[in-house]
């Protein structure tokens, strides 16, 4: 016998791993079992399973990323692009000409420079901010008070929920042009009225008084946005339980008591999320103003989207104009995140996750 191996009946030499052999297992009548006989069939099996459950693990990624494509291709196109040309642009000394051609002298940071030295972006940098934070005072008020109206049985209600929402469903222009209408200095309804109550003797110029122009923006922009805080407030009242707001009666709490220690801190994820919402709603707010007033009188309306349209399209100097849209940029920036943590935590405590 040859070492390593042996010679089976025809001659043919036998594997070291074919011949070894060993006693059976008891219960096989001491038949001889050869080691490893099973071992190639059973390395061959597994691999073949591996590999298909690989293709169909990759088929399926595949076909997640084909499905997603679309929306991706518009994101990109839709929004990543617009911004990546903005801040290209911020930076560059633009023209007409350049523009048309893309292609223009680099500028560095001399267009923020200008807008942050300018007395008009100076302004329109604080008009934006005293409009923004008087708008979100107004709609939170008055949409709180309205939801907890609306919590109450009366007669129409029912009715008065349904025509609440009518402000939002307007184009914005369309809002800017009726409140216009409202506010002109003769035959407006909103002097009229004050006449009629003895309140003003001499027709107000509201629309072209520097001192009362913002004021008319900012009660028309509130009374578009109570609406949406109306709807979102009222929801989240809806899902406070009846048996805490039992509770805090039978314990004598009164209204004011049930409302802040109880109701608010209830709802307190959904105000944080309107409220923000309502931040990013108002500030980019450019049809009102433009339907309004233009910007004017003598720039006391300019906010940061119209004074940015004024210098990119009025002035074409667009270089200025992207350096101060991208203020709202950094905005987005910083809201983006905060909305997700905000809207993560209301998901988390009305599902009873933090717990």
Not at 2 to 15: F, I, K, L, M, W
């Amino acid at each position: 016998m040859a070492q390593g191996g042996r010679r089976g009946r025809g001659g043919e030499e036998v594997a070291p791993a074919q011949a070894a052999v060993g006693p059976a297992a008891p219960g096989q009548g001491g038949a001889l079992v050869v080691a490893g006989a099973t071992a190639p069939a059973a390395r061959s099996g597994a691999p073949s399973g591996h590999v298909q459950h690989m293709t169909a693990w990759r088929k399926r990624r595949i076909a997640g990323w084909l499905f997603l494509t679309p929306a991706i291709a518009y994101i990109l196109f839709a929004f990543a692009l617009p911004i990546v040309y903005n801040i290209m642009l911020s930076f560059e000394e633009t023209s007409p000409a350049t523009i048309a051609h893309f292609t223009a002298p680099f500028a560095g940071l001399a267009n923020y420079r200008y807008v942050l030295g300018d007395p008009t972006s100076q302004a329109a940098i604080v008009h934006t901010f005293e409009f923004t934070a008087g708008s979100l005072f107004g709609q939170f008020v008055i949409g709180f008070a309205l939801a907890l109206l609306f919590t109450l049985r009366f007669p129409g209600r029912t009715l008065a929920r349904s025509l609440i929402i009518v402000p939002w469903l307007l184009p914005l222009i369309v809002t800017g042009v009726i409140f216009k209408f409202l506010f002109q200095v003769e035959g407006g309804a909103v002097n009229q009225l004050l006449f009629d109550i003895g309140i003003a003797q001499h027709p107000v110029d509201w629309l072209d008084n520097p001192h009362l122009a913002l004021w008319t923006v900012l009660i028309a922009n509130i009374w578009l946005g109570v609406p949406f805080f109306t709807l979102l407030l009222y929801s989240a009242l809806q899902d406070v339980p009846v048996e805490v707001k039992e509770a805090a009666l039978m314990d004598g709490a009164g209204p004011w008591q049930r409302l802040r220690m109880v109701i608010v801190p209830i709802i307190l994820p959904v105000i944080e999320v309107t409220l923000l919402l309502g931040f990013v709603f108002t500030v980019k707010v450019f049809d009102l103003v433009v339907g309004l007033t233009g910007g004017g009188p003598a720039n006391a309306t300019q906010l940061i989207t119209t004074w940015s349209y004024n210098l990119s399209f009025q002035q074409f100097n667009f270089g200025q104009g992207a350096a101060l849209n991208n203020i709202l940029l950094v905005l987005a920036m910083i809201c983006a995140p905060l909305y997700l943590l905000l809207s993560r935590g209301s998901l988390n405590a009305s599902s009873g996750a933090g717990k």
